[in-house]
C-alpha cells in the first residue's frame, strides 16, 4: 500500500494494532501505535481501546493503566470498552479498591457499564471475602433488571457461606432458581452440610425447606 503511495491512516494502523494484539504481539503493536504521531497519524479512542485490552490480556495492568491516563490527557471522549478491560483485570489480580475507582470514574462520564462488568466487581468482592458487599451488588444489578450469569450467583453463595450468612444465601438461590438456574451438585452437598452441621435447630424445623 505505502508503495504504491497510499498513505497511512487511522483506520490502517489500528486494524494492523488490533491484528498484532489479538496474536499477542504487544511490543510490535505498541511500537506502531508510537510510530502513528511521527506520521502524522492521529490516534483515536479505537487506537487506545485495541490496546488497553490487549495488554490487559497480557496482565500488564500498568501499561493499560498509562495508556487510559493518556487517553483522557489527549482529550478523547473514552467509551465503556476503555474502562472494562482494566476493571476485570483489577478484579482478577484483588486490587478491587482500584476497580471501583474506575467504576466510578466511567459513571461519572455517563457511560453505563456491561453485565460482565457488574460480574467482575462482584466476583472480585467475593474473592476478597466481602460477601455482604457482593450481595449488595448483585441485588443493584438485579434491580437494574440485569441477569447476572450461574457461575456470579455461585461464587456469591460460596463467599456467603463463608460467613454463614443463611438468610442471604437462602435469598440467592431463590432468585437463581427463579430465573431458571440451578445449584452445582458438589456446591449444593457442601450447603447441606454445613447447615447440618452447624445449624441443626434449622434443620430440624426446615426440613422441607432443604429438599426442595
Not at 88 to 102: H, N, R, Y
Request: hydrophobic share 35%; proline share 3%.
Amino acid at each position: 500500500m505505502c508503495n504504491r503511495g497510499y498513505r497511512e491512516t487511522t483506520v490502517s494502523y489500528n486494524t494492523m494494532i488490533a491484528g498484532l494484539c489479538l496474536n499477542g504481539r504487544m511490543n510490535e503493536a505498541h511500537e506502531l501505535f508510537e510510530e502513528m504521531p511521527r506520521r502524522g497519524v492521529v490516534c483515536d479512542v479505537i487506537t487506545y481501546n485495541t490496546l488497553i485490552q490487549g495488554f490487559c490480556k497480557e496482565g500488564k495492568i500498568v501499561e493499560s493503566t498509562n495508556l487510559l491516563k493518556e487517553l483522557l490527557m489527549q482529550g478523547l471522549q473514552p467509551s465503556t470498552s476503555s474502562f472494562s478491560p482494566l476493571i476485570e483485570k483489577l478484579c482478577q489480580a484483588g486490587d478491587i479498591q482500584e476497580a471501583k475507582k474506575l467504576w466510578d470514574d466511567m459513571q461519572s462520564r455517563g457511560l453505563q457499564p456491561t453485565v460482565c462488568t457488574h460480574e467482575h466487581i462482584i466476583t472480585g468482592l467475593c474473592n476478597q471475602g466481602y460477601a455482604a458487599e457482593g450481595m449488595d451488588w448483585l441485588l443493584a444489578m438485579l434491580k437494574c433488571k440485569l441477569k447476572p450469569k450461574k457461575e456470579t450467583f455461585e461464587r456469591l453463595v460460596q463467599c456467603l457461606s463463608q460467613s454463614d450468612k443463611w438468610d442471604d444465601i437462602l435469598l440467592v438461590l431463590d432468585i437463581m432458581f427463579r430465573i431458571g438456574y440451578t445449584l452445582r451438585e458438589g456446591i449444593c452437598h457442601s450447603l447441606v452440610n454445613k447447615l447440618c452441621r452447624e445449624n441443626y435447630h434449622f434443620v430440624e424445623t426446615h426440613p422441607g425447606e432443604i429438599v426442595e
